[in-house]
């Protein structure tokens, strides 16, 4: 046959070995030395690389593959000299017990005498194994008992005898459950810890170099990344030219395209290129990819409807149906105006100052700004704002649990409140859009409400001694025109910001940060 597929195997894993070395000297280059990342790194998104950084990346790779080797190989001696301080720090804990022993403990005579080191897995004192050695070993006189350590789970002992006697002494410890220790060092144990300790000291100290080495190249972690990137995108382009048909001079790529830019590619690849492109419409066995195509309401929603599963390319885009049903119930299930504030203020800002952030990521953020807005509309209309914290706060429990008013009357008063709400707001609105002065058409009101507002707050929160019944016109009196106070203020104070500028953007900055400062 003319045509035939490459056997990219062989260069795909040594591109997919490289990649894995430079990613192992990385993630041992991380631990030495974590990298510097603010807490919204993952908001920056990616940048664009110019070619002539890809070019120096190609260039400098046996560069940095012989870097990567020698942390790797610095790093494995670290794990194995880690290893072997374990190792060394088990002996030293299985000698503690051997400690007061000044002999070595392979010891087992003298000319004279037999001597035996070990233990026993219950405990003894001197007095009770002297005792137990005469009782069941009566004709072996003379032996030297000396406890070592002694616990509840093991006694270790050193004994001594004549050496006439050693083996019926032997034979009646055994008995007894006395064993020898599974590894007897040759020096005494206070010695052997002693060069044991050394030996850790020596592993540490090049431990400590190893890892002191590998932190000179922690200003080629970039570079590293670079490198990891360029090996990865030429495992990628060897698995694509493995399953190319090709002949010596012409190779073959059949793909999907959007209808939409089939052309433009088509008149690219045949001019540029000097390639051959054939367009035709997929059959109906084809299983073609899909891509989902929305406007800025429910492109956001994208995200939830690829976790579960995309529509057929004969099915419908349920995204747009989706968004509405997603924002209005999120809106109402949450339904707080502070809450929601909160997600706006939140997402808006994340979303205006970092750009470049990911596709994906920003349809997420767009997402809940929608939904934040939902949120505010339904908490408005409960009437709900972080819970109802300052009603609660400033009315009900200050009035009922302070003020001593009962909580029918306080009821009634809210009420009242709103009611008169519903016709001086608009009044409000209308007064300010009629005033004529030097300072503006809303200032006015603003300056001079404010005063009276800050001194109806004080009264608010003042609970002066009268009786229950002056009590109740007190708070009903004072509570009423603050109410009106404040809608003195803040109408105007709303309605000020489409005046301060007539450029959206700005527009946009003096919401967020109104609404950001009054928050706070």
Sequence with gaps: TVFAKMDTVPAKSRFENNAAA???????????????????ASLNGRDAIPLSKCQETADGAGTLLKIASRINTLWKKCADNRAEILRLQTQIRALEPWMKLDISMRTISTPTTSVFTGSFPVEYTEETLRAKIAEGAPDVDGVVVEILSASPQQTCAFLMCHISQGLKLETYLRSIGFTYPAEPSKVPPAERVDILNGRIAALQKEIDENEAEIRTHKNRREDLLYTIDYFTMRTEKYDVLGRLWQSPHVFLITGYIPAENAEA???ELTTTQEAYVELCDPSDADDVPVKLKNNKFAAPVEGVLESYSMPGKHEIDPSGIMAVFYYFLFGMMLSDAGYGLVMVLG???????????????????????????STIFWGILFGSFFGDAITVIAKTFFYTDIFGISSYLVATLMLISRFIDAFTDPIMGMLGDNTRSKIGKYRPWIIFGAPVLGVLIFLLFTAPEMSPTMKVVY????????????TVVNIPYHALTPVLSKDPQQRTEIVAWKQGMGTV
Excluded at 347 to 373: A, S, W
Excluded at 475 to 484: E, G, R
Aim: glycine residues 4%; proline residues 3%; contains cysteine.
């Design 22 to 40: 430079l990613q192992s000297a990385l993630d041992a280059l991380d631990k030495l030395e974590p990298p510097e990342k603010s807490l919204f």
């Design 265 to 267: 590619l088509k008149t």
């Design 347 to 373: 997402c808006g800002i994340i979303l205006h100052k970092f750009k470049n952030m990911e596709e994906g990521l920003r349809k997420t953020l767009t997402m809940f700004l929608y939904c934040g807005i």
């Design 475 to 486: 708070a009903y009196v004072i509570y009423i025109l603050y109410s009106l106070a404040s």
